[in-house]
């Protein structure tokens, strides 16, 4: 079975910030994997401004051909996820399916160590 997620990447819009795009991901999308993968690439890319490293991350990911999608860039749509990740210049947070509870909300950096915690934790069940 597929653990999907969707990113979403915003950009500091006039009056609020902005989703400028919606990366689906078939399966792994759980913290211990796709969390991990997007602070390991977060920790790692050199980018302009947010609409740059959305660019980059798409880049980055589709590497995978067939486990990346990009979505529509509509917040609160149901694509069977499990999780979303909603990354801005200075924070990421990780919300289940449509943004129904907060798991963590947190720094790039923080956002490595909670997602390595997790991994100890789905290790050990």
């Not at 694509?79 to 200075?90: G, K, L, M, T």
């Amino acid at each position: 079975m597929s653990t999907r997620c969707l990113t979403y990447v915003y950009t500091d819009g006039f009056s609020a910030p902005t989703p400028v795009v919606c990366l689906y991901r078939h399966y792994d999308g759980y913290p211990s994997s796709h969390g991990l993968d997007l602070a390991n690439f977060l920790a790692e890319v050199d980018f302009n401004d947010m609409e740059c490293m959305a660019a980059s991350m798409v880049a980055h990911f589709k590497k995978q051909p067939y486990n990346y999608y990009l979505y529509p860039v509509v917040l609160k749509q149901d694509c069977w996820q499990e999780y979303e990740y909603h990354v801005n210049a200075d924070s990421v947070t990780i919300t289940t399916k449509m943004q129904e509870e907060v798991l963590f909300t947190g720094t790039w950096d923080q956002l490595k160590t909670f997602c390595q915690k997790s991994e100890q934790v789905l290790a050990h069940e």
